[in-house]
């Protein structure tokens, strides 16, 4: 620590001028996040945070993800969910429309840039029904009592879905302005990270207000433990295939090939298949919310049953949950790596594996690799998608399963201040703080 480059951090007014900017607008979000929103009834929402059964602990699991937005029905209650979503979607259609993909192949910067626009455009339509879906189906859970002041699609309804809308436009506008003139790269991790953190306090005031709240305590920091270096130890897990670079030649001479490899990840997908199975299994239950008031006794009866599946909470979600969290870790895996084309860029670099021809078989290759690696990534996605959920069939800990953070909380923590970190380092070698030349 002698020589570390950290102890410099502040001496370099660019990098402290970033950290500033970056501190001074995850302040803005998170006095945002206590903006309510506008034609609420506050009394019947209140009475759903507070109610136990399916209804709660999809409450609760949103009110996570949000930093504590959705119990305050606050503009940014959906966070930037909606943002992300139509982006998974994007990248998802690329390998199946070519056009797409010719695009990223031919101009890489200009196919960046049309990804980024209509990101944002999908993501108001996606926001629109998240916006529409999350009231109804909060008002489905409070007993067919509407959360809106007003019925039907009147003023009130139309500002309170058009301001959730604003919301998460302006979640996306402050992660766009952390990455441009803050921590790069890292705003819309961070606005995420912010919301995680904060619930923190909370949950652990309730923690210390219940019953034998000292061994919870223990059990809480034993799992806390556990799941960090679990994280940690597959976050940072790699698969190095050895790699064979020509020698080149230096006048006369030609030096000796080269020796190296590449890293392929345990966990290429981070949080996306997370984030992907949980929007897919809400939204039976969403759909199912505007039937369960109808007419026919077997419609209302169905989409009970449908409700009571996808609500979370019960046997079956948990299952559903973690095989679709281990199905879309494989899927978008897949995706990431074919757009990432190995063989190609091997190939042009006059690369080989030893024993692999160049090109197709190389990229053939390294998939099967990738697909044997990723199945401990996947099978511990699904374990950390679904530790809170089992813990809370557990009755000695019941609805203290999110304790003072969920183990998917814990992942986007790590990934995210790992990856800040690693910014930040680089930072400092930039402006000439290397750990490697200071004291000399």
Do not use: C
Not at 116 to 145: C, D, H, R, Y
Not at 422 to 431: F, G, R
């Amino acid at each position: 620590m002698k020589n570390s480059a950290w102890r410099f951090l502040f001496k370099s007014k660019d990098i402290r001028d970033k950290l500033l900017i970056t501190l001074a607008l995850l302040i803005v979000y998170r006095f945002a996040a206590n903006v309510p929103v506008p034609g609420i009834d506050r009394t019947v929402f209140q009475s759903l945070v507070n109610q136990g059964g399916a209804g709660g602990n999809l409450v609760g699991l949103l009110d996570l993800l949000s930093g504590g937005a959705v119990s305050n029905f606050s503009v940014l209650a959906m966070g930037v969910y909606p943002y992300i979503t139509a982006q998974i979607i994007l990248q998802l259609l690329m390998p199946i429309i070519p056009a797409l993909e010719r695009k990223f192949k031919d101009n890489p910067r200009e196919g960046q840039k049309w990804m980024e626009k209509w990101t944002v455009i999908l993501t108001i339509p996606m926001a629109l029904l998240s916006a529409i879906g999350q009231i109804n189906i909060f008002s489905t859970m409070a007993g067919g009592a509407s959360v809106l002041t007003s019925s039907g699609f009147g003023l009130a309804s139309v500002a309170s879905i058009g301001s959730m809308i604003a919301g998460t436009m302006f979640g996306i506008w402050m992660g766009q302005l952390i990455s441009e003139y803050g921590i790069p790269n890292q705003g819309l991790s961070l606005i995420i990270l912010s919301g995680v953190v904060s619930r923190i306090p909370v949950n652990l005031g309730a923690l210390l207000a219940s019953d034998g709240w000292w061994w919870l305590l223990l059990i809480v920091i034993a799992l806390l433990a556990i799941t960090i270096f679990a994280i940690v130890f597959v976050q940072e897990g790699q698969r190095k295939v050895p790699v064979l670079f020509p020698g080149r030649r230096v006048g006369t001479r030609m030096s000796m090939p080269v020796r190296s490899s590449v890293p392929l990840k345990v966990n290429m997908a981070g949080m996306i298949p997370l984030i992907f199975a949980q929007t897919l299994l809400s939204f039976p239950a969403v759909v199912a919310s505007y039937f369960m008031s109808a007419k026919a006794e077997w419609v209302r009866n169905f989409a009970q049953g449908i409700y009571n599946t996808f609500g979370g909470g019960n046997t079956w979600y948990i299952v559903l949950y973690f095989l679709m969290v281990v199905a879309f870790t494989f899927f978008y895996t897949h995706v990431l790596f074919e757009q990432q084309n190995y063989g190609d860029s091997l190939k042009k670099q006059g690369a080989q594996i030893p024993g692999i021809s160049r090109g197709a078989p190389t990229q053939k290759y390294l998939s099967k690799v990738q697909d044997r690696i990723t199945l401990p990534g996947a099978v511990f996605l699904g374990i950390v998608a679904i530790l809170p959920n089992v813990l809370s069939l557990i009755p000695a800990i019941g609805n203290q399963a999110m304790l003072l953070v969920s183990s998917s909380g814990l992942l986007i923590v790590v990934g995210t201040v790992r990856d800040t970190f690693n910014i930040i380092e680089t930072e400092l070698k930039l402006h000439g703080y290397d750990d490697n030349l200071i004291g000399r």
